[in-house]
């Protein structure tokens, strides 16, 4: 027993309901680890929403092994990841919504504890926090720490992991969904948008909350990177941020340095 968790629900007035999505199309290899790393946690006020975009393979197979344990499981066709989340989150009821992706899991059981407690004690809006990301060989790639991120960094192309936001349903519905015009910087796009409400209240969490495993869109060949920096700056110029491609020499550079510390 986590008798530290206990005290903290103990001390705590509630226990907001914490939605957690899961969104998943073809990956039969990587579901049951994010199924089980969100069904181990320690926080039992958990609703947890699986959405599979009509997988091919024995993805939604292997989710209907854990029906019993899901809240909600959804099969529906979708037009991409951000199409996905936002079907998902529209199912969700929890009063904190938090994602974890097919081919990630939590760091530790108690990422959404440690994360709720973090919102509540400092009266958040949204918070974010600190990623791993392993190669192939289970080894780590980087580290993506972001106890010191800024908002002024999004004209570098930097963001703070989007894995790790936890935000609360309500500020969602106020930004609104994920844009579907971008196959890979949708998440981008909607930092954007939620650092523009400036009486939103967020703080960066210092702590590991979810290891990824490396191979996202934004994270695989040199077309995929330059196509990545292409829809950045269309996004910032949208946002009336200024930005030029220089800067993502610099965002380069920073991804080296948090290789080699």
């Known amino acids: 027993i986590n008798y530290l968790v206990f005290i903290d629900y103990i001390l705590m007035k509630k226990y907001p309901k914490v939605s957690i999505v899961t969104v998943v199309k073809n990956r039969e ?4 680890k994010a199924l089980k790393s969100t069904l181990s946690q320690d926080y039992k006020n958990i609703e947890y929403v699986v959405l599979d975009g009509k997988s091919q ?3 939604f197979k292997i989710i209907n092994k854990f029906k019993n344990n899901i809240d909600k499981i959804l ?20 009063d904190i919504i938090g994602i974890l992706h ?5 760091f530790s059981k108690s990422v959404v504890s440690k994360n709720v407690r973090f919102m509540i004690n400092h009266k958040l809006d949204f918070t974010f926090s600190n990623l791993i990301i392993k190669n192939d060989q289970n080894k780590i790639f980087r580290k993506i720490i972001s106890k010191n991120y800024k908002p002024g960094l999004l004209k570098f192309g930097i963001q703070p992991p989007h894995p790790t936001l936890f935000l609360k349903k309500k500020v969602f519905s ?9 196959e890979i ?21 210092n702590i590991f909350s979810v290891i990824q495993q490396r191979g996202g869109k934004s994270d695989t060949n040199f077309f995929d ?7 950045i700056l269309q996004i910032l110029k949208k946002r009336g941020i200024v930005s030029f491609r ?3 020499i610099i965002k380069f550079l920073l991804r080296i340095y948090e290789q080699i510390r």
């Open 29 to 32: 290899k990587s579901i049951k």
């Open 57 to 59: 393979d024995k993805t």
């Open 75 to 94: 099969s529906v066709d979708d037009k991409g990841i951000y199409d996905a989340l936002n079907k998902a989150i529209k199912n969700c009821s929890g």
């Open 102 to 106: 097919s081919d990630d899991i939590f």
């Open 174 to 182: 106020k930004v609104g969904n994920y844009s579907t015009k971008h």
């Open 185 to 205: 910087c949708g998440d981008f796009d909607y930092f954007t948008r939620l650092f523009s409400f400036k009486k939103l209240k967020w703080k960066s969490n």
């Open 225 to 231: 990177k330059w196509k990545t920096s292409n829809e």
């Open 246 to 248: 220089f800067f993502f």
